[in-house]
């Protein structure tokens, strides 16, 4: 940090590194900036954090940062109802993937579906229900992008009953960039977790017109705008990938829906500005909109 010597210190991602880096931004009167990564990290509990040093450095860091950003406003409202504080909201970014534009995935053909799932293998994430969904549904293929870690038997378990499905293809970890031939090639993507933050998964689905189904729906964004379909359980999932696969209307509808909604709010320009704009302010330094 010292040898970085920056007036403003930027943070993502809860942890107890949140907490030494405010301790250290007090001690030598720099700015620090903490940005949510996850639904988990805003709940007073802190039900993600084993352990009491980690939890006490966290709450040490939330508490005494100069600007805490969020990515919802989910999180905006539990970040004062269950901590007393004030937030920014600034939207999730990400880059369209430049080799090929914004592309222009086709709707699927009905008995040659393809439905993407990406993720690290994680109880948060429900990865039997991915296991459930595959099985109910043999006609359709699941391209599983994410691996289990080795330090959790019952995952492992999970995923070797994954590899088997003959539906199922597991690429295990993928790097970055090469993702983009696994968004093109999806008719819909299919997200099973419980809880998550602002995922780069959907944006990335969003910036390639490709509807999500999925359980977890940040500030209900899927529901209101018509980016996919949003489901509690099982059969429900089924239902909607079912409706998207069978009604190439529908789809378009959604695919469409997906790409405007990302370019409006989150494509970067859009968002780098506003945070610009915070660290101007935090610099002490004006405003001039000319230079965005």
């Not at 107890?16 to 931004?25: D, M, N, P, S």
């Amino acid at each position: 940090l010292a040898h970085a010597n920056s007036d403003i210190y930027y943070q993502n991602c809860g942890e107890c590194v949140t907490g030494q880096v405010a301790a250290w931004c007090k001690l030598h009167d720099r700015k620090f900036v903490y940005s949510i990564a996850n639904d988990s990290d805003v709940d007073p509990e802190l039900p993600q954090m084993k352990t009491l040093r980690e939890r006490i450095l966290y709450r040490y860091g939330l508490q005494h940062a100069d600007c805490v950003i969020a990515q919802t406003r989910h999180q905006q409202r539990s970040l004062w109802t269950g901590w007393g504080i004030e937030s920014t909201l600034i939207p999730m970014t990400c880059s369209p993937w430049r080799d090929n534009g914004y592309l222009c995935v086709e709707p699927p053909k009905p008995g040659n579906a393809n439905v993407l799932w990406i993720g690290r293998f994680a109880h948060q994430k429900r990865v039997e229900w991915l296991d459930e969904i595959a099985r109910v549904r043999p006609d359709i293929h699941f391209d599983v992008v994410g691996h289990a870690n080795n330090s959790v038997p019952e995952l492992q378990k999970l995923e070797e009953q994954i590899r088997r499905l003959p539906n199922v293809t597991l690429h295990g970890f993928v790097p970055h960039e090469n993702l983009c031939h696994f968004y093109q090639q999806a008719s819909l993507m299919l997200c099973t977790s419980r809880f998550e933050g602002f995922p780069n998964t959907f944006l990335e689905a969003w910036s390639t017109g490709l509807p999500i189904v999925s359980t977890f729906d940040p500030d209900c964004l899927i529901q209101n705008h018509h980016l996919g379909r949003v489901a509690d359980d099982i059969p429900g999932l089924i239902r909607g990938m079912n409706e998207l696969i069978n009604s190439p209307d529908q789809w378009q509808t959604a695919s469409k829906n997906a790409l405007n909604y990302y370019r409006d709010n989150h494509n970067p320009e859009t968002v780098l500005s506003q945070y610009q704009y915070l660290f101007d302010g935090l610099a002490g330094r004006s405003h001039d909109p000319k230079s965005h």
